[in-house]
């Protein structure tokens, strides 16, 4: 019985997101009519989660646990299965209550606050797969599960960064953290690999069981990748600036993402891990020193701050620092209850910034006076830190730099390889007929000279299919095939477009792992 509900909590604001979406894509739920019944469909979605989470919770308490449960086999080959599974006990179902509650209060406090936005259901689309995420991440019972989590969360960040994608600034912003937290999604996917080759599954369960009988090396590298998605989703250094830049988003999504959720998913992986990563004292070191610097610099950057939800971000920073340390020196349920409290707190306080600072005149807070007179920390904390120069330079640019050396990598060599010059500039067959319809004569009409043997099949191949389509497609065909073709060309560069437009993305996204869930299983 537990695992038919607990498939309906993973699974049910996914497809309510999903419904939203299509809804969005047929037409039929726009503008203000539109907003009554996605709210309404979106708080009974959350409603149903949070109760049955509720009663999860109280028969766990009143009965046991019910432990590990296995949702779906997506493979199976030997010794290697790999699952979607669960874990319901005390840590995971406190927190996934919880956070679901929190994530309902806001989707009511949005009903208002985005009342007349122009992206309402699409905003709220994007809570329900957020919902589906968090449940996820919190409930999973393996490493695998929890990435499908980590990145549905990460790619609705990314999109409610770039909610007003028809402005320039939020779509370079949402960008700037996309590629910053693939690096801590990079050691996540490290993890697992080597989960599977050296202890077989990601199962939470055994992980602290199997991980010890591995040498303190293998059992490092293991933890290292889950320790660097760690700190890149907490926003800790080295990876801090990302989070400023996430603000862009609505009020209610910072609220959510950034102060009472995503920010603590880190927190929340660290201490499932907790068990493993005790007896390494290198990865306790990394901890320390990262939550203490990130504390040092969440302090002194929010002292200079001048608007309320930057000041919040820092602040919420400091506290995530704190966790971090927490965990180093063996304090687990000191930092559990810190990351609930402080969820609970900060999701208030973002809430209500934009009512505070109406109802608030009194100018900013004032620097305190031994921070004024040291003009090289100042400088510091309002440069803060030069973290968003650091990591422009080494992420960022870096990554600009790859993809713009792989497009000239493709231009020089591999279209080298394949008989393709560097420019294409002949006409396509199609309007060399055209041309030559009306009477013109065909001008560039030439087919590329290929190197190397390689390149000289492909030459043959292409003169080969020239002649097929010019002797036999176009003139055999007569205008029918014509006017067909141009008319599917019409009608595919207009589904290019929209499928290039960023509210499609993630109907994409979505129904490719759909597909996979259905016929993997």
């Given at each position: 019985m537990f695992d038919r509900l607990f498939e309906i909590v993973l699974f049910l604001p996914l497809f309510t997101g999903i419904l939203i979406g299509l809804s969005i894509w047929f037409g039929f739920n726009r503008g203000e009519s539109g907003e009554k019944p996605t709210g309404t469909i979106t708080l009974i979605n959350a409603a149903v989660v949070l109760l049955i989470l509720a009663w999860a919770a109280?028969?766990?308490?009143?009965?046991?646990?019910?432990?590990?449960?296995?949702?779906?086999?997506?493979?199976?080959?030997?010794?290697?299965?790999?699952?979607?599974?669960?874990?319901?006990?005390?840590?995971?179902i406190t927190t996934a209550a919880l956070f679901c509650l929190l994530l309902f209060l806001t989707m009511r406090f949005s009903t208002l606050y985005m009342?007349?936005?122009?992206?309402?259901?699409?905003f709220f689309m994007l809570l329900n797969l957020f919902l589906s995420a968090v449940l996820f991440i919190t409930l999973s019972g393996n490493a695998l599960t929890a990435f499908v989590g980590w990145e549905l969360a990460g790619l609705c960040s990314y999109l409610?960064?770039?909610?007003?994608?028809?402005?320039?600034?939020?779509?370079?912003?949402?960008?700037?953290?996309?590629?910053?937290?693939?690096?801590?999604?990079?050691?996540?996917?490290?993890?697992?690999?080597?989960?599977?080759?050296?202890?077989g599954d990601t199962d939470w369960a055994g992980f602290t069981e199997k991980a010890v009988t591995l040498s303190p090396v293998k059992s490092s590298m293991i933890l290292s990748g889950f320790v660097l998605a760690a700190i890149v989703k907490s926003a800790q250094i080295p990876f801090t600036s990302w989070i400023t830049r996430a603000l862009e988003g609505p009020t209610p999504s910072s609220a959510i993402f950034y102060g009472a959720l995503l920010i603590h998913a880190g927190v929340f992986l660290l201490l499932r891990l907790h068990g493993a990563a005790e007896p390494l004292v290198g990865i306790q070191m990394v901890l320390?020193?990262?939550?203490?610097?990130?504390?040092?610099?969440?302090?002194?950057?929010?002292?200079?701050?001048?608007?309320?939800?930057?000041?919040?971000?820092?602040?919420?920073?400091?506290?995530?620092?704190v966790m971090f340390i927490s965990i180093s020196m063996g304090w687990y349920l000191f930092a559990f209850i810190h990351m609930l409290a402080h969820a609970v707190w900060r999701s208030y306080q973002m809430l209500s910034a934009p009512s505070f600072n109406h109802l608030v005149s009194r100018p900013s807070r004032i620097v305190p006076p031994w921070l004024?007179?040291?003009?090289?920390?100042?400088?510091?904390?309002?440069?803060?830190?030069?973290?968003?120069?650091?990591?422009?330079?080494?992420?960022?640019?870096?990554?600009?730099?790859?993809s713009l050396e792989l497009k000239q990598f493709d231009e020089r060599v591999i279209n080298k390889i394949v008989g393709l010059p560097a420019q294409i500039n002949a006409i396509t067959s199609l309007s060399d007929y055209e041309?030559?319809?009306?009477?013109?004569?065909?001008?560039?009409?030439?087919?590329?000279?290929?190197?190397?043997?390689?390149?000289?099949?492909?030459?043959?191949?292409?003169?080969?299919?020239?002649?097929?389509?010019?002797q036999?497609?176009?003139?055999?065909?007569?205008?029918?095939?014509?006017?067909?073709?141009?008319?599917?060309?019409?009608?595919?560069?207009?589904?290019?477009?929209?499928?290039?437009?960023?509210?499609?993305?993630?109907?994409?996204?979505?129904?490719?792992?759909?597909?996979?869930?259905?016929?993997?299983?």
């Open positions: 109280l028969k766990g308490f009143k009965d046991q646990w019910p432990g590990y449960i296995e949702i779906y086999r997506w493979f199976e080959s030997g010794d290697l299965n790999i699952t979607l599974a669960i874990l319901i006990d005390l840590f995971s009342h007349r936005e122009a992206g309402f259901q699409r409610l960064i770039a909610y007003a994608y028809d402005r320039p600034i939020p779509g370079r912003q949402a960008t700037r953290v996309f590629i910053t937290n693939r690096i801590g999604d990079a050691g996540f996917i490290l993890s697992l690999i080597l989960s599977y080759l050296w202890l320390l020193m990262t939550g203490s610097l990130t504390l040092l610099y969440g302090w002194l950057g929010g002292m200079v701050q001048t608007d309320i939800k930057t000041a919040l971000i820092f602040s919420t920073i400091a506290h995530v620092a004024r007179n040291r003009k090289l920390i100042l400088t510091a904390a309002l440069q803060r830190f030069w973290l968003d120069n650091i990591s422009d330079w080494l992420v960022v640019r870096p990554v600009e730099s790859l041309e030559r319809k009306r009477g013109h004569a065909p001008s560039g009409a030439i087919l590329p000279q290929g190197r190397g043997i390689l390149g000289a099949a492909m030459e043959r191949l292409a003169i080969i299919l020239h002649w097929f389509e010019d036999l497609v176009l003139k055999g065909s007569g205008e029918g095939l014509v006017n067909v073709l141009l008319k599917t060309g019409r009608y595919l560069h207009r589904i290019d477009g929209l499928l290039s437009q960023p509210r499609y993305l993630w109907l994409i996204i979505v129904v490719t792992l759909i597909v996979v869930i259905q016929y993997s299983n």
